[in-house]
């Protein structure tokens, strides 16, 4: 591996000016003008040397990646937008892509909860939904339009005027608002699904830009499946949404077929080809296919891209999204590779990656970057004593940074309803009327004779069961009795409400949570097949509240439904009824993605 030296000091301005640089950034091991120069008549330098021009790089707010010096190597691209500078956008689309996973589809209440959340974690954009799916997911994205103050509220939109004027009505009480048109570009798209020919779709994507310009000057503009579109007509199509008004240019790995070399090199050359690219913010939405969402987002990064989308726990249909998570501590760790900054409050993260897998019913692996259970556990006896030494020997980040800490409850079953109002709104719970407060506090008191220590994620689970709207309570736990012995089929009577009416049921299982949910179904006969059955305790310890999913399926259509109790067959009988409410509910979803 040869380094083109010359070059490398060049950049930094020089033999004379780097010595001076690097004698001032370390002054206890300075470094003179004819250090530098046998660096040069060398082709070599050593790597402690290396890792000094990484962090003077970062020092001076430069770009630095040795890669770029390899002998043969073309020069990285120097482009950067002169409203953008060294600031990365996220845009979290958890409420709209990540709400697109099988039965994660969330209520009006929920999704403000997590918005709330969001806004508290700094995203810059909350993608609230998708207007033009529903009337439900509409007057979701005016609620959350109506509260969140600091993060821009974002609704996307085909590119048509129905989508549109839907999106532009839903984001209207937002402060900061944006419209985020999409149309498919690559030749499979236009010829095989949207049957149009390439200046239809040009036409179309200009007409969308224009028409949401009336709405919000935050336009952005999504070019579906673009990393198998043709460059050059990206950079046509790119060249005259600019024209029309379009702020920010989304190019979307659409299938996850990317891979980050060929996505760097990708948006340089689409950035630098596209007319008024400097004009605007270009952004990176890909999916994990193939595992590489996050590295060909930060790939896009390196090419030039100065927005990511991305969602909590990498949550999204398929394989899902890019996650949030990790693509911002990449930055944050690695400064001196990628160069951006964001407004991102990362001891934030790990409360918003549990508020949204107990609302979705999702549990993050032990094993998942950053926020699964284990990402700064050490097993291994090596890495535990290097730790206990200097915890930088084998962590790159602290546990404390990302938000892992003991969340206990300051509060016990002799508190009040002030300071269990205050503690919700705290952790950005806003309950509508006095009744709703009520019911949670009672909800709180039951729970704390049961456990002595009450953390924020049992607050979570606690209102995530009593959050149900009215339309959607067609079924109701009230009791369930379970008689389980040894050698002995496990026995369950059950008294629920069905439609308003209360209903009494028993029978036998394989074991208590089958027996259960038999006995749901010898009154409910809902048909519908089990397809994932998951418990998870909430907190450590023997008294933690266990959280069950449960995912249904029946006549194509999946729903989840979750339940928390300290008792795991009560929560799987609370789970398996609110999978029933949401398959029983007759609101209709378009898919995202769609026909124009």
């Known amino acids: ?35 530098i120069y046998k660096w040069r008549e060398r082709g070599t330098l050593p790597l ?11 020092d001076q707010g430069k770009r630095f990646d040795f890669n770029d010096y390899l002998a043969g190597a073309q020069p990285a691209a120097q482009w ?17 892509d990540g709400e697109q996973s099988p039965g994660a589809a969330m209520t009006k209440e929920e999704k403000v909860r997590i918005a709330r959340q969001l806004e508290r974690l700094g995203v810059d954009v909350i993608e609230a939904g998708f207007a033009a799916a529903s009337p439900g997911d509409a007057d979701a994205i005016r609620a959350i339009a109506e509260v969140i103050k600091d993060s821009t509220v974002c609704s996307l939109a085909r590119a048509n005027e129905r989508d549109i004027r839907a999106a532009g009505e839903a984001i209207a009480p937002a402060p900061k608002k944006r419209i985020h048109t999409f149309i498919a570009t690559s030749p499979i798209h236009m010829e095989k699904k949207l049957r149009m020919t390439p200046d239809e779709v040009v036409e179309a994507a200009v007409k969308a830009v224009k028409l949401a310009s009336e709405y919000t000057d935050d336009v952005e503009f999504s070019a579906e499946d673009a ?84 969602t909590i726990n990498g949550l999204g249909e398929r394989a899902g999204n890019a996650a949030m998570e990790e693509i911002v501590m990449a930055v944050k760790t690695r400064k001196d590779v990628f160069g951006v900054e964001t407004g991102v409050d990362a001891t934030q993260i790990v409360p918003a990656s549990k508020l949204v897998s107990t609302i979705t019913g999702y549990p993050v692996q032990p094993n998942k970057a950053i926020v699964g259970a284990n990402a700064f556990a050490h097993e ?46 705290a952790l950005g719970i806003v309950l509508d009327s006095e009744e709703a407060l009520n019911a ?5 008191k039951e729970l704390a004779d049961k456990k002595r220590e009450i953390f924020d994620e049992d607050l979570h689970a606690l209102v995530s069961d009593q959050l149900v709207t009215a339309e959607q309570e067609d079924y109701k736990f009230v009791s369930l009795k379970v ?84 008792d795991i067959i009560v929560a799987s009988a609370k789970a398996y009824l609110a999978a029933l409410n949401k398959l029983s509910s007759k609101t209709e979803r378009v898919h995202a993605q769609g026909p124009v």
């Open 483 to 566: 008689a389980t012995e040894t050698g002995e089929a496990p026995q369950a009577q059950i008294v629920f409400v069905e439609h308003g009416n209360e209903q009494r049921a028993e029978s036998t299982g394989s074991g208590p949570v089958d027996a259960a949910f038999k006995a749901i179904e010898s009154v409910v006969k809902s048909e519908a097949e089990l397809e994932l059955y998951s418990v998870n305790a909430i907190t450590k310890g023997t008294e933690s509240q266990g959280e069950v999913t449960v995912r249904l399926a029946k006549d194509g259509r999946i729903a989840n439904g979750q339940g928390s109790d300290t």
């Open 48 to 58: 402690a040397q290396l890792n000094k021009l990484a962090k003077l790089a970062v």
């Open 80 to 96: 950067r937008s002169p409203d953008m500078g060294d600031r990365l956008y996220i845009f979290d689309t958890t409420l709209r």
């Open 380 to 425: 291994s006896g090596i890495h535990q004593d290097g730790v206990l030494k200097h915890r930088e020997t084998y962590e790159i980040m602290s546990a404390e940074s990302v938000g892992w800490t003991a969340n206990r409850l300051t509060l016990g079953k002799l508190s009040g309803r002030n300071a269990f109002r205050t503690k919700l709104t």
């Open 227 to 310: 990393l198998r579109s043709d460059i050059d007509f990206l950079a046509r199509i790119f060249g005259e949404v600019i024209k029309a008004g379009a702020t920010t240019l989304n190019v979307p790995d659409t299938v996850g077929y990317a891979v980050p070399k060929i996505t760097e090199a990708f948006f340089r050359e689409l950035i630098a080809k596209t007319p008024g690219g400097d004009q605007v913010i270009w952004s990176a939405h890909c999916h994990n296919d193939l595992g590489m969402a996050v590295a060909n987002s930060l790939a896009a990064v390196l090419g030039g891209a100065r927005q990511v989308e991305c």
């Open 1 to 35: 591996m040869q380094l083109d030296i010359e070059r490398l000091i060049e950049d930094f301005g020089g033999p004379g000016t780097l010595a001076e640089a690097l004698t001032a950034a370390f002054p206890d091991e300075p470094v003179s003008r004819a250090a």
């Open 440 to 444: 949670a506090f009672a909800r709180f």
